[in-house]
């Protein structure tokens, strides 16, 4: 019996081995995939939020990062430069909504020059199917109503859901997710406006990240 126990956690081991090491050569074989497809899929959402006939650079890599509680977490955040002929023309950082239904949401927010909202974007969310997860354009075109908003001050009672006396549309039975990217998305539309000039100036800086 002791032998066939042996047996056994020999077999056991060998077969953990051989499971982590064909874990190890998966991730290794998908892992540039991986980025390619997550590089592919920020260009597209950062052309979504800021056109492409108002900048003719790259700007994945015209990246710098950022730091503030008004985008919602201590982490740095980046923030993609776009320009024209040498010149800026706006900017879009992603910031943190802390306060979803679900845990945190990440937003994308666009601002031109003029400080003028270009696009907002949703990039992760666990929102309830169904109810909060109308906040992804892929679901519906709520997201899309940011397009062309301005802030007059850091309160701007107009940024709000109209349950609170704003101008953004609630979704039925699910009030805390649209408010939520409503908040996140005023405070990272003021933050770019009252920093555009020191976020010109920082070195870029995101790495790989960009």
Known sequence: MIRAMRNNGAILAIAALLSTGLVAITHSLTEDTIAEQQRLQLLEVL??????????????????????????????????????????????????????????????????????????????HNETPGLGDKIDLNVSDWVLSFSGKTLESADDKRWAVFKDGGQFDQFTGATITPRAVVSAARKAAWYVSQHQEQIIRQPRDCGDAS
Do not use: F, W
Request: with cysteine; net charge negative; glycine share 8%.
């Open 47 to 124: 052309n979504q939020v800021i056109p492409t006939d108002i900048h003719d650079n790259p700007l994945a890599k015209t990246c710098t990062l950022v730091t503030s509680q008004d985008l919602g977490t201590d982490a740095p955040m980046p923030v993609y430069i776009a320009s024209k002929n040498g010149e800026p023309t706006a900017m879009a950082i992603e910031a943190i909504a802390p306060d979803g239904y679900n845990g945190a949401i990440k937003v994308l927010v666009g601002v031109d020059t003029n400080n003028t909202v270009l696009g907002v974007r949703v990039l992760q």
